[in-house]
């Protein structure tokens, strides 16, 4: 099929040669262009229909072309497109930063507008170092940050320096800061000699350590709440993020929360922090924020850090950072109608029957000999596969067995994205039942095609 005159055969090879494709190789890219999508199914250019079995890319919430949101779009393109924040302002973010505050845990009161998730963590970041060389009495001994070995909190060298994926980030070390890094709290690949049930308190106590010894240099810990998604979606024990937020406090250390794949729902709550009570000091935001249609994200924060950045003009106690599309009209207009929607369409209240027919059909693959763990929480859920089962030895990295898994569910009419060996679900909230049963369908066909030959 052509597109708008231009031949099919040529897109693609524009595609394969001029458009440089992130976390691709592009080497061996086989081009999938979509052109459109209606709910929870993308449109390929030769008409072929796909589920979003992964909310292209985690962040699609209420489908696509939902007319509530596409319709606050365009009456919000019919006002202005954009204008700028640095010192200024528009109606339909301030009252985005109205509602979030609303919404999100309590003490959470300001909000600063970016437009990603790297971006999000970035402000996130600076703002809690540039705190402590402005609360009274500074603190500017305070300049490293505890993170866990296999967090993902996007692409920038800030939010890179707090990343623990080595794959991908091992490379930039020379370029990044220093930070104390801890092991990932896994629940499925527990250290020796620790029991399931003491896991949350093991790895608290290796937290508090170097709180204890530390506390006076440290700006931060910076946490996935309750999942490490990147890493191959990691889930933490019950008790780890209350007590993380617990231990930040006993030391005055500031949490900084990066829900931007685990917010807007995906748990069952609308905040992953909401399942374990915990306010923290930052919030951050994106993907979901605009139902996956727009670039958006925020950075919530509490009281205290905003008076710290108040003064005249000439002290420069002001927050010098921001893009040029902070705030932009249309993602917050995007933002405000996924929000609406919530409420008219009662997502999170119709939520866990779709939660408990995912997990309902995924647990027959416990059984598969190749897949050593099927873990879910509310719609994220993640099938590992490995190699051997008893070891928990993974499949070698250059294997793509994920990969092959996703192209056999592609031949079913689903589209997915694995993570290494992960083969990762994450449908729109907005998934049927009938779509749940397809994927996973998909999927099962899949594990048996990719794992076959041993
Ligand atoms: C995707 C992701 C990011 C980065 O978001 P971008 O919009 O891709 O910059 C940050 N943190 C987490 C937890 C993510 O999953």
């Given amino acids: ?21 992130p976390f691709t190789q592009m080497a061996e890219y086989e081009p999938l262009i979509f052109v459109a999508a209606e709910g929870c199914e993308l449109i390929d250019i030769d008409g072929n229909r796909y589920i979003d079995g992964v909310s292209s890319l985690w962040c699609n919430i209420h489908g696509h072309r939902h007319p509530r949101i596409d319709q606050a779009i365009r009456e919000q393109l019919d006002r202005v497109a954009h204008v700028t924040a640095l010192g200024c302002s528009n109606p339909t973010s301030i009252v985005l930063a109205k509602r979030l505050v609303e919404i999100a845990p309590s003490g959470l009161t300001r909000v600063f507008f970016s437009d990603n998730g790297a971006t999000a963590v970035e402000v996130a970041l600076k703002m809690a ?13 305070k300049n490293l940050y505890v993170a866990l070995e296999g967090a993902y909190h996007g692409d920038t060298l800030g939010a890179v320096s707090v990343g623990g994926v080595e794959r991908f980030h091992a490379m930039f070390r020379p370029l990044l800061f220093p930070c104390i890094r801890l092991p990932a709290p896994d629940t499925y690949r527990t250290p020796a000699g620790v029991p399931a049930d003491r896991l949350a308190e093991y790895h608290l106590g290796l937290l508090e350590q170097v709180l204890r010894e530390r506390h006076q240099e440290i700006v931060a810990v910076v946490v996935e709440p309750l999942i490490q998604a990147a890493a191959g979606m990691i889930f933490h024990p019950p008790g780890y993020l209350r007590g993380v937020r617990e231990l930040t406090q006993k030391y005055d250390v500031f949490l900084i929360a990066d829900e931007v794949a685990v917010g807007m729902g995906r748990t069952g709550r609308m905040f992953a922090c909401e399942h374990e009570s ?14 996956g249609y727009l670039p958006l994200a925020a950075t919530l924060t509490t009281d205290r850090v905003w008076e710290a950045f108040l003064g ?14 902070t705030g932009n009209p249309l993602g917050a207009a995007a933002a405000l109608a996924t929000l609406a929607i919530f409420e008219e369409e009662q997502t999170l209240a119709k939520l866990p029957p779709k939660v408990q027919h995912l997990a309902e059909r995924l647990a027959p693959l416990r059984d598969h000999p190749h897949v050593g763990d099927v873990r879910q929480r ?14 928990k030895e993974p499949y070698p990295w250059g294997e793509k067995r994920g990969f092959r898994v996703c192209q056999v569910a592609r031949r079913h009419g689903v589209w997915l994205r694995p993570l290494g060996n992960v083969i990762v679900i994450m449908p729109p909230l907005a998934i049927s039942l009938q779509q749940i049963e397809r994927i996973v369908e998909a999927i099962a066909d899949g594990i048996d095609w990719a794992t076959s030959d041993c």
């Fill in 1 to 21: 099929m052509d597109w708008n005159g231009i031949p099919r055969e040529e897109l693609i090879r524009w595609d394969r040669t001029i458009y440089w494709h």
């Fill in 129 to 141: 170092f540039q705190y402590w060389r402005q609360c009274r009495p500074p603190r500017p001994e």
């Fill in 278 to 291: 915990v306010s923290p000091d930052f919030l951050c935001l994106a993907k979901g924020l605009t139902g």
């Fill in 312 to 325: 005249r003009y000439e002290e420069s106690r002001t927050f010098f950072h921001g893009h040029t599309y």
């Fill in 378 to 391: 509310g719609l994220i859920a993640a099938v590992e596969l490995v190699r051997d089962k008893t070891t």
